[in-house]
C-alpha cells in the first residue's frame, strides 16, 4: 500500500516541477520580449506556487 503512495506522490511531485519551470520559463520569455511588468510577473509566479501547492493536496485524497 505504501509504494503505491510513494508512486503517486513521485508523479505529483514531477508534475508540479514541470509545471512550476514551464510558467517561470514563459514568464521569463515575457519579461525579455517586453510583454510583462514587473507587479504582473511577481503576481504570475505567485499564482503559479499556489497552483502548485493546491495540486500537492492532491496527495491528502484517499
Known amino acids: 500500500m505504501s509504494h503505491i503512495l510513494g508512486r503517486r506522490a513521485q ?3 514531477k508534475q508540479n516541477i514541470v509545471f512550476a519551470l ?5 514568464l521569463l520569455g ?3 520580449a517586453g510583454n510583462i511588468t514587473l507587479p504582473f510577473g ?3 509566479h505567485e499564482g503559479s506556487t499556489v497552483m502548485v501547492t493546491l495540486s ?3 496527495l ?3
Open 42 to 44: 511577481v503576481l504570475g
Open 22 to 26: 514551464g510558467f517561470v520559463v514563459g
Open 30 to 32: 515575457l519579461n525579455f
Open 11 to 13: 508523479r505529483v511531485v
Open 60 to 62: 491528502l485524497r484517499g
Open 56 to 58: 500537492g493536496l492532491r
